[in-house]
Structure formats: C-alpha cells, structure tokens
C-alpha cells in the first residue's frame, strides 16, 4: 500500500515563501508523473504543478514564475517552492503521483493535503 505525506503548509505573510515536500511512502515501482493541485472551498480541485519523468513541467498560469516543482526520484519525493505568495494563492495544496502504465494500467495516489494561507 502506498501513502503520500505532505508537510509545509502553513501560514505566511504576502510575498512570503513555503516549501511543500511529498513523499511516497511503501512499494511502489515508478512513478511518471509528480504534482501539486490546489483546492478552495466550493471549487474543482486544479492542477498547480507538474513534474514527469522526463523533466517536462507544466505550471498553471498564474503561479509561472514564482513556483518551482522538483522531484528527487531516489526518495520518492516531490516538492513545490512557493516564493512571492500571494492571498489569491490561499488553498489546500494536494500532491499527486501517477505510476507509468503497466499491462494497461496506471495508479494514481493523492496526498492528505496540506494548508496554505496568505495573508495581505
């Protein structure tokens, strides 16, 4: 059975920086595909950040700039730097982690989710 454990979140000033960390915990093979979603209350669950295997990134829109996904495949691990915090990026940050396929299926594993508040 495989977990994701989350830490640092928390709560930070406007133009702040919080480091989220990731890690997979228990057997899992590979994974492909890293990432961080971004949830408030009453909305979709979107993507912030993602990281594949092969160190091809895709950052939403408004976080482009200022975020940074990196990954460290030997721990299984995936952060997120979040600098120049806006309130605007207030949420609960969930990781994400999709195994490659095999035989023609693919896992996918969520994180507890972690808090993130800015004030202004």
């Known amino acids: 059975q495989v977990q994701l454990v989350e830490s640092g979140g928390g709560l930070v000033q406007a133009g702040g920086s919080l480091r989220l960390s990731c890690a997979a915990l228990?057997?899992?093979?590979?994974?492909?595909?890293m990432g961080w979603y971004r949830q408030t209350p009453g909305k979709r669950r979107d993507m912030v950040a993602s990281?594949?295997?092969?160190?091809?990134?895709i950052y939403e829109d408004s976080v482009k700039g200022r975020f940074t996904i990196s990954r460290d495949n030997a721990k299984n691990t995936v952060y997120l730097q979040m600098n120049s915090l806006k309130a605007e990026d207030t949420g609960v940050y969930y990781c994400?982690?999709?195994?490659?396929?095999?035989?023609?299926?693919?896992?996918?594993?969520w994180g507890q989710g972690t808090q993130v508040t800015v004030s202004s």
């Open positions: 990281l594949s295997s092969g160190a091809e990134t």
């Open positions: 994400h982690m999709m195994t490659p396929y095999r035989s023609g299926i693919r896992t996918a594993y």
């Open positions: 228990g057997n899992i093979f590979s994974i492909e595909t």
